[in-house]
């Protein structure tokens, strides 16, 4: 319809064509084209990083599945094994760290930008060049990373803390890039949740027998690995 209507407004009163109709005509058909080549040119791009980061989104579904069932995160193989996911998608990865207690998702779209998930993420998020995982060490970041086609310079998970406990005191070991450290007491009382920026941190409750301390070091980018003891009875 668009091509007539340029056709139409280009002939003269005698519905005759000049030299310069037919000029004015071959801009207004080439802008037309190349008006119509340019959408894909766009949306192709955003497609292919929609697709990878829905495929992404779908594994970590798998991994939350199977940690209610099994009460631990799941190698990419026993995903599959067990039909918590049918077949991994192409380009994308999982991994589990820390015993299982969490697991990372990486996925390359064909427009070579790298999605990641995390146990603790809400959605895909796009991996920079340099990226902190919450899970794995830099070194098996890295080979996820690698392992779908991708490249990236990963800090990794921080430490465990050394924690201990004397009375309400709760004290643990400082941990190398954290900036503040999470504290949970779990008694028969309840369940207390402190964020403290030193190393030490005096709670109620702490000094009941069977309570369970648990400290993970955090900063703004990461979450470490979670130390927990229980009060002897």
């Known amino acids: ?50 697709t990878a980061s829905e495929n992404v989104a779908s594994v970590a579904r798998a991994q939350h599945g199977a940690l209610s069932a099994t009460s631990g995160y799941q190698s990419s193989g026993d995903l599959e094994k067990y039909r918590w996911i049918t077949t991994m998608p192409e380009n994308v990865a999982t991994r589990v760290g820390q015993g299982g207690s969490c697991f990372t998702v990486i996925g390359k779209s064909k427009t070579d930008n790298l999605w990641v998930m995390e146990q603790d993420d809400e959605k895909p998020r796009e991996a920079p060049g340099r990226w902190a995982s919450d899970c794995l060490s830099s070194s098996e970041f890295e080979d996820l990373a690698s392992s779908v086609g991708g490249t990236i310079n990963a800090t ?6 050394t924690v201990r406990q004397a009375g309400t005191k709760v004290r643990w070991g400082a941990v190398e890039g954290a900036t503040t450290y999470e504290v949970i007491v779990a008694n028969e009382n309840g369940r207390t949740v402190e964020t403290v920026a030193s190393t030490v941190a005096d709670i109620s ?29």
């Open 156 to 161: 990794g998970a921080l430490g465990k803390p």
């Open 1 to 50: 319809m668009i091509r007539k209507r340029a056709v139409k407004a280009l002939a003269n009163d005698r519905g005759e064509f000049n030299p310069s109709s037919v000029a004015i005509g071959s801009i207004v058909g080439t802008i037309v084209i190349l008006g119509s080549m340019s959408v894909p040119l766009v949306v192709i791009p955003q497609f292919q990083d929609r």
């Open 205 to 233: 409750g702490a000094d009941l027998p069977g309570a369970r301390i648990s400290v993970t070091a955090k900063n703004p980018n990461q979450t470490g690995q979670t130390t927990s003891i229980t009060v002897a009875p």
